[in-house]
């Protein structure tokens, strides 16, 4: 199994810097890292106020940013080969930029909005996170643009300077670039931490680190691209996302966190497939729960069972599987996996599973001859360290 590597932080951030030198002619103030995420358990409730448990991947998007005189922005990427974004600062906002751009351009007129006073810079962009896998490639760019907009700007960042760039990486995704994301991608591209997964509350943004460290148990944490087409922006997310603002609205709650009697909530909802989606919110929440419960407690196999069961509700009531998804979850289970299901906004992207490390070849070898079957395009591989969140590499 050929599995993507994250590559080393120190050489990419050298190879970033001497490509910005030689773009600009001068040095960038610094390389700011940010990592891509998969998340163990806790899908489609961050935007109900829900609890979730993502770990940062090792593979991150390295942003070199450095001033530059005047007040006009430029951002170029290594993994767009079209010619690079530039802009005015005050000129920066919705509609005004289009495509990968909108996720660099789109935090600095965030950060712009809370009244941050931004200079103008190059930034260069280097990234090691799949786009389309799933991965939360678009919140690694704007994080590690967003720490080095901070840096540039002379903020000491701490945990709660952290928690406002979480919310300007919010407002530039869903309003720059049009995909209405709830925050858990942004809050671990920033607060993760090596060796943990990050249980967030999204209803007070509460955060706290879970020890997890899958080597040490003999276990490897898979993440199979499907290599389906992903997409938060083409009204499949938001629909969801609807159901829910519309249900909470029925039953007189702001977030349907709030629904006290849950029983009586799923009885009273008119709509079938409103009811549906409801029940996925409810029984995921209490999944989180139960499953840092049983992280804290190394109970992997129980774990598993509660990381299948979050597929089947996902699959069942929240209908946001697909054929290539359901097939690596079913294929990985057969052979060994202790739980596997799709992460992230679903509709494509990558599966995770839970497999014991002498079992991981078969696994990984019987993914790809179900692919070949089916005569779909090779699935892409690759193994979850928990890694740490955004920061400074040089
Ligand atoms: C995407 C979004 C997140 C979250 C997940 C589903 O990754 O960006 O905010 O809603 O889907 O859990």
Same mark, same amino acid.
């Given at each position: 199994?050929?599995?993507?590597?994250?590559?080393?932080?120190?050489?990419?951030?050298?190879?970033?810097?001497?490509?910005?030198?030689?773009?600009?002619?001068?040095?960038?103030?610094?390389?700011?890292?940010?990592? %891509?995420?998969?998340?163990?358990?806790?899908?489609?409730?961050?935007?109900?106020?829900? *609890?979730?448990?993502?770990?940062?991947?090792?593979?991150?998007?390295?942003? +070199?940013? #450095?001033? =530059?005189? /005047?007040?006009?922005?430029?951002?170029?990427?290594?993994?767009?080969?079209?010619?690079?974004?530039?802009?005015?600062?005050?000129?920066? %906002?919705?509609?005004?930029?289009?495509?990968?751009?909108?996720?660099?351009?789109?935090?600095? &007129?965030?950060?712009?909005?809370? #009244? &941050?006073? *931004?200079? %103008?810079?190059?930034?260069?962009?280097?990234?090691?996170?799949?786009?389309?896998?799933?991965?939360?490639?678009?919140?690694?760019?704007?994080?590690?643009?967003?720490?080095?907009?901070?840096?540039?700007?002379?903020?000491?960042?701490?945990?709660?300077?952290?928690?406002?760039?979480?919310?300007?990486?919010?407002?530039?995704?869903?309003?720059?670039?049009?995909?209405?994301?709830?925050?858990?991608?942004?809050?671990?591209?920033?607060?993760?931490?090596?060796?943990?997964? *990050?249980?967030?509350?999204?209803?007070?943004?509460?955060? =706290?680190?879970?020890? &997890?460290?899958?080597?040490?148990?003999?276990?490897?944490?898979?993440?199979?691209?499907?290599?389906?087409?992903?997409?938060?922006?083409?009204?499949?997310?938001?629909?969801?996302?609807?159901?829910?603002?519309?249900?909470?609205?029925?039953?007189?709650?702001?977030?349907?966190?709030?629904?006290?009697?849950?029983?009586?909530?799923?009885?009273?909802?008119?709509?079938?497939?409103?009811?549906?989606?409801?029940?996925?919110?409810?029984?995921?929440?209490?999944?989180?729960?139960?499953?840092?419960?049983?992280?804290?407690?190394?109970?992997?196999?129980?774990? %598993?069972?509660?990381?299948?069961?979050?597929?089947?509700?996902?699959?069942?009531?929240?209908?946001?599987?697909?054929?290539?998804?359901?097939?690596?979850?079913?294929?990985?289970? =057969?052979?060994?996996?202790?739980? +596997?299901?799709?992460? /992230?906004?679903?509709?494509?992207?990558?599966?995770?599973?839970?497999?014991?490390?002498?079992?991981?070849?078969?696994?990984?070898?019987?993914?790809?001859?179900?692919?070949?079957?089916?005569?779909?395009?090779?699935?892409?591989?690759?193994?979850?360290?928990?890694? +740490? #969140?955004? =920061?400074?590499?040089?």
């Amino acid at each position: 199994m050929d599995t993507l590597d994250p590559g080393d932080p120190t050489s990419i951030s050298r190879s970033v810097t001497a490509w910005f030198e030689r773009l600009h002619g001068r040095s960038a103030l610094g390389v700011f890292a940010a990592p %891509g995420r998969v998340n163990l358990i806790g899908e489609h409730v961050d935007y109900n106020g829900g *609890l979730c448990l993502p770990m940062a991947l090792p593979h991150a998007t390295y942003a +070199a940013v #450095g001033r =530059r005189a /005047g007040d006009t922005v430029t951002v170029a990427s290594r993994q767009q080969h079209d010619t690079p974004f530039t802009g005015r600062v005050a000129e920066l %906002g919705p509609g005004s930029v289009t495509g990968w751009a909108a996720y660099a351009a789109g935090v600095l &007129w965030a950060l712009r909005e809370d #009244g &941050w006073d *931004l200079p %103008g810079m190059d930034i260069t962009v280097d990234s090691r996170v799949p786009v389309g896998a799933g991965l939360s490639s678009s919140a690694a760019i704007e994080c590690s643009v967003a720490l080095g907009a901070a840096e540039l700007s002379g903020v000491a960042v701490d945990d709660e300077v952290r928690a406002s760039l979480v919310r300007a990486c919010m407002r530039a995704e869903s309003e720059v670039a049009g995909a209405p994301t709830g925050g858990m991608d942004q809050t671990i591209a920033l607060f993760g931490e090596a060796e943990a997964a *990050l249980l967030l509350d999204c209803r007070d943004w509460s955060t =706290r680190q879970v020890h &997890w460290d899958p080597a040490s148990a003999g276990l490897t944490l898979l993440v199979v691209d499907t290599r389906a087409s992903h997409s938060l922006s083409d009204g499949g997310y938001e629909s969801r996302r609807r159901d829910c603002e519309t249900a909470a609205a029925e039953l007189g709650v702001d977030l349907l966190r709030d629904v006290v009697d849950q029983d009586s909530a799923l009885a009273s909802l008119g709509d079938e497939r409103v009811r549906r989606r409801v029940r996925h919110v409810f029984t995921e929440i209490e999944r989180v729960r139960r499953a840092v419960d049983e992280l804290e407690a190394d109970d992997f196999e129980t774990l %598993g069972a509660t990381m299948t069961a979050s597929h089947v509700s996902l699959r069942d009531d929240y209908q946001v599987s697909c054929a290539e998804l359901d097939e690596v979850v079913d294929t990985a289970l =057969r052979h060994g996996a202790l739980g +596997a299901r799709m992460t /992230g906004g679903g509709f494509g992207g990558s599966a995770i599973a839970l497999v014991p490390d002498d079992r991981l070849q078969e696994v990984a070898a019987a993914v790809q001859q179900a692919y070949s079957e089916r005569g779909w395009e090779a699935p892409g591989f690759l193994t979850a360290l928990p890694s +740490a #969140g955004a =920061r400074r590499l040089a």
